[in-house]
């Protein structure tokens, strides 16, 4: 997977992001000193940073270093260092390419959250069983630092749909989002 994925990255562009991982990596230690409150606090800093001024690239770093610490937390998952690059890729809004196994849901999440920290965040899946397998396994981690998890079904009716479209992050098919967006 990782040489996949830096196969595709320039030298000067890997070392931008082998800095952005040293960045979180040296948070982590202080934030498993952290109680869970404390760590899901962060969410509230975050978003004050940002009312503040601070971008996201301000905030990445530690941002994902929350997240990170948030997984082993709650599902015992740690994200290892490429899949922190991937998730710095996505959140530049390109493409990451990973295999079946190779961690794109916990990637995702990194700059799900991230990004959900300022405005709502649509994750995208190929059918119903992944956005519901999505969102209430990942979602586990988005729930406990503080946001809301939206999930978009065929067969919902549109109360359902409107308190789902509201959430902080929302998992849907792509039929599903086309399909409201006609409505």
């Not at 994925?5 to 230690?29: F, H, P, R, T, V």
């Not at 530049?92 to 995702?108: D, H, N, Q, R, S």
Request: charged share 25%; glycine share 8%; net charge neutral.
């Amino acid at each position: 997977m990782l040489e996949k994925i830096l196969a595709k990255i320039s030298e000067g562009e890997l070392y931008g992001y082998q800095k952005i991982i040293k960045k979180i990596n040296i948070l982590e230690d202080n934030l498993k000193l952290l109680s869970d409150e404390e760590l899901a606090n962060k969410t509230i800093y975050f978003r004050d940073l940002i009312k503040n001024g601070q971008s996201l690239e301000d905030i990445l770093p530690e941002a994902f270093a929350v997240v990170r610490e948030a997984s082993v937390r709650v599902l015992g998952l740690r994200h290892y260092d490429v899949q922190l690059i991937g998730g710095c890729i996505l959140h530049e809004g390109k493409i990451a390419e990973m295999k079946t196994g190779e961690g794109k849901t916990l990637v995702a999440i990194l700059p799900a959250y991230l990004n959900a920290l300022k405005d709502s965040v649509h994750i995208v899946t190929v059918n119903e069983y992944l956005a519901k397998r999505d969102s209430l396994f990942v979602g586990k981690i988005l729930s406990f630092l503080g946001l809301n998890v939206g999930l978009i079904l065929e067969g919902m009716d549109s109360k359902t749909r409107k308190k789902n479209y509201i959430c902080d992050v929302i998992y849907a098919t792509n039929n599903e989002l086309g399909f409201d967006y006609l409505r």
